[in-house]
C-alpha cells in the first residue's frame, strides 16, 4: 500500500522553493521563445496574454503532454512538440501544486485555498473548492486515483477528498505547530511525515496521522 510523505518547514510566510526558479529558467525561456495561442473568444476571457512573463511553479507530465501553473491563475500546456496554450481556469490567484494521476484527470491547487479541476487533460479547468477567508494558500496537492487525494499548504493546513474533489474535509496534522507544509508525495510504505526547520538552524520531522 503506498503512503504519503508531507514536507514542511515552520517559517512565517510559504516559500515557493529553488523549483520554481528552475522552472523560470526552463519553462519561462521557452514559453518566451515560441509564444503562446492565445484565444480571441471572449468567452476565455481567463486567458491573459500576460503568461509568457508570469513565474511558472509547478509542472506535471501526463503521458505525453506537459502542464505547468504559475501567477495570476495561469495553466499551460503542451501536446508533444508543440507549441504551448493556454488554458481556461476560473481564478487569477498564484497556482503552486499539480497532480494527475492520470491522462484525462487532474487537480491545481494554489493561494486563496483554491483547488482546479481538469477531466480533459489540463485543456479547461473548474473551481472545486476555495477558502479566501481562512488566509492559508495550498502549496501541493497529490492523489492516489481519480476519487483520492491530498491537498496541503500554510501553517498544517490539510485538506482530503474521497469523491474526487466534490468535497474536501481538514484534517489537523500538529494543533501545538503551524508548520508549512510544502510538498507531498507517495512512498512504497511507511507514515506521512513532516519536515520543520528551526529558523534555518535545524530540522526535523514528525509523523502525520491521515485518517
Same mark, same amino acid.
Given at each position: 500500500?503506498?503512503?504519503?510523505? /508531507?514536507?514542511?518547514?515552520?517559517?512565517?510566510?510559504?516559500?515557493?522553493?529553488?523549483?520554481?526558479?528552475?522552472?523560470?529558467?526552463?519553462?519561462?525561456? +521557452?514559453?518566451?521563445?515560441?509564444?503562446?495561442?492565445?484565444?480571441?473568444?471572449?468567452?476565455?476571457?481567463?486567458?491573459?496574454?500576460?503568461?509568457?512573463?508570469?513565474?511558472?511553479? /509547478?509542472?506535471?507530465?501526463?503521458?505525453?503532454?506537459?502542464?505547468?501553473?504559475?501567477?495570476?491563475?495561469?495553466?499551460?500546456?503542451?501536446?508533444?512538440?508543440?507549441?504551448?496554450?493556454?488554458?481556461?481556469?476560473?481564478?487569477? +490567484?498564484?497556482?503552486?501544486?499539480?497532480?494527475?494521476?492520470? +491522462?484525462?484527470?487532474?487537480?491545481?491547487?494554489?493561494?486563496? +485555498?483554491?483547488?482546479?479541476?481538469?477531466?480533459?487533460?489540463?485543456?479547461?479547468?473548474?473551481?472545486? !473548492?476555495?477558502?479566501?477567508?481562512?488566509?492559508?494558500?495550498?502549496?501541493?496537492?497529490?492523489?492516489?486515483?481519480?476519487?483520492?487525494?491530498?491537498?496541503?499548504? /500554510?501553517?498544517?493546513?490539510?485538506?482530503?477528498?474521497?469523491?474526487?474533489?466534490?468535497?474536501?474535509?481538514?484534517?489537523?496534522?500538529?494543533?501545538? !505547530?503551524?508548520?508549512?507544509?510544502?510538498?507531498?508525495?507517495?512512498?512504497?510504505?511507511?507514515?506521512?511525515?513532516?519536515?520543520?526547520?528551526?529558523?534555518?538552524?535545524?530540522?526535523?520531522?514528525?509523523?502525520?496521522?491521515?485518517?
Amino acid at each position: 500500500m503506498a503512503h504519503c510523505v /508531507a514536507r514542511g518547514v515552520k517559517r512565517k510566510r510559504p516559500v515557493r522553493g529553488i523549483f520554481a526558479a528552475f522552472l523560470i529558467l526552463v519553462s519561462g525561456h +521557452a514559453l518566451a521563445r515560441e509564444g503562446i495561442q492565445i484565444s480571441e473568444n471572449p468567452a476565455h476571457a481567463w486567458r491573459s496574454p500576460l503568461a509568457t512573463q508570469s513565474l511558472l511553479l /509547478a509542472v506535471e507530465k501526463s503521458q505525453d503532454r506537459w502542464i505547468t501553473v504559475g501567477e495570476r491563475g495561469h495553466i499551460l500546456y503542451r501536446q508533444g512538440d508543440g507549441p504551448w496554450q493556454q488554458a481556461t481556469a476560473p481564478t487569477r +490567484a498564484l497556482l503552486t501544486g499539480l497532480s494527475f494521476p492520470n +491522462a484525462r484527470h487532474g487537480w491545481a491547487v494554489g493561494h486563496d +485555498a483554491i483547488i482546479l479541476a481538469t477531466s480533459d487533460g489540463g485543456r479547461i479547468w473548474r473551481k472545486m !473548492h476555495q477558502a479566501i477567508d481562512e488566509q492559508r494558500p495550498l502549496l501541493d496537492v497529490h492523489f492516489q486515483n481519480n476519487n483520492t487525494g491530498f491537498a496541503i499548504g /500554510a501553517y498544517g493546513y490539510l485538506l482530503r477528498t474521497e469523491d474526487g474533489g466534490a468535497s474536501w474535509h481538514s484534517h489537523s496534522v500538529n494543533p501545538d !505547530h503551524d508548520f508549512h507544509l510544502n510538498a507531498i508525495a507517495t512512498i512504497p510504505a511507511g507514515l506521512c511525515k513532516s519536515v520543520s526547520e528551526n529558523s534555518g538552524s535545524s530540522r526535523g520531522g514528525s509523523p502525520i496521522a491521515v485518517p
